[in-house]
């Protein structure tokens, strides 16, 4: 595990080129895409989501497509707070998601491939459709297109995390007909929040170019942060650093609680069934391993650019148990 005595950054953050149309019968894209749904949702997975693409291939093959739809659910409501630069627009989005999960859960989808195809995996699994609406609900309270963009406390952060990312890991359970397990029920809270933390951190650098604090006001206000300053001056601002260091360790502290989870004498190793749920453990302990490499400059070049060793991380992960 990391030492985390004062180091960490993260790669470029290429904030992913979302689709902006998909809520509209309209648009051409979708409207193919209803014809073959799980091909859209594994396309889309491909473009916009390396990491999930990556994962996606050590799912069991009878239920892959299910998790790339799931997956390809959770990255299009992510995309709203870029895809819309107005308020009201952004509403209208989240309204229809709110409608197709309601359709989801009465059998009756929209002609929208995500839907379609969620509506597919809700039916060929164990899928509580309230975890597909509580991930919708936090991402309009969270949205700084609808709302404030800046957390005030970490337990604020905390929650939004849990009802996101750790909701999503929910999700990911039951496809695996394992939401019993209370042991991996909290691990997967942890595990969620670090992944949100870890998310929240690499997409800093873009954020501040567009005048957003994702750090929480909390943890800035500690260390003198002044947001102006970050927003013109990045990584050079005063304090920056510091506050993300605590950040950071939030992630980290997270990350080692779902690792204990499954600790069984010296080795933590995660049961063979429930793997493929946990993989997002990997890039999220390698980021945080490569941030403390750069001493938390989170703005630092080399975090900027797609690690080479995350493919191999994965399949040691997957075929040894480890996070």
Known sequence: MLRFSRCLKPPK?????WHRGLATSGDLSAEVGVRDPNAYCSDLIRKRDYEAYLVSHFWPREIRAHYIALRAFYVELASVQEAVSNPTIGRMRMQFWRDAIKGISDGRPPRHPIALAVHDACRHADIPTYHLKRIVDARVSGCSVLHTPTHLTVDSLTAHAESTASTFLYLLLSLLNLSASSTLSHAASHLGVAHGVTTLLRALPYHASQGRMVIPAEITARHGVNHEEVFRKGGHAKGVEDAVFDFATVANDNLLTCVEMFKHGGDAVVPGKARPAFLSGVPTR???????????????????????????????SYYKGGL
């Open 13 to 17: 953050y290429q904030p992913l080129s």
């Open 286 to 316: 390698l980021y945080l391993e490569r941030l403390e490499g750069v001493n938390f400059d989170a703005f630092h070049p080399s975090l900027q650019v797609r690690d080479w060793k995350l493919p191999w991380r994965i399949w040691r």
